[in-house]
């Protein structure tokens, strides 16, 4: 499975952003699915995650500001970002097939990342 995740930059504060996580080489219905942030001198963080069922789950601190969704036509896997803060200043990664857990960061395949600036 091979991920391309875009749809990064630059916004400001309050402002929204919609992640776009590509998926080829499987079908997008066959894995569940997840988004991780990481900031600078920080360890990657689960952000939100959505299952082969389509249940969802996000980090305490994304809950109620982001929307995971998905396309299984598309293949793609979608973070709307809403209510952003400089908190979010992150690169985004999206993964595939968790192996334990979805809050884990060790997914089977991981998209190469996307920037996120937001400034205050």
């Known amino acids: 499975v091979q991920l391309q995740a875009f749809g990064g930059g630059l916004v400001q504060a309050g402002g929204s952003l919609r992640l776009s996580c590509a998926a080829s080489g499987r079908t997008g219905s066959s894995y569940g699915m997840g988004w991780f942030r990481q900031a600078p001198g920080k360890e990657r963080r689960f952000v939100a995650a959505?299952?082969?069922?389509?249940?969802?789950y996000y980090a305490a601190s994304v809950k109620g500001r982001f929307t995971i969704s998905r396309d299984n036509g598309k293949n793609t896997v979608y973070l709307q970002m809403n209510s952003l803060n400089a908190e979010d200043t992150a690169v985004y990664y999206c993964?595939?097939?968790?192996?334990?857990?979805?809050?884990?960061?060790?997914?089977?395949?991981w998209g190469q990342g996307t920037q996120v600036t937001v400034s205050s």
């Open positions: 993964a595939a097939e968790p192996r334990r857990s979805f809050y884990r960061d060790d997914y089977s395949y």
């Open positions: 959505i299952t082969i069922g389509d249940s969802t």
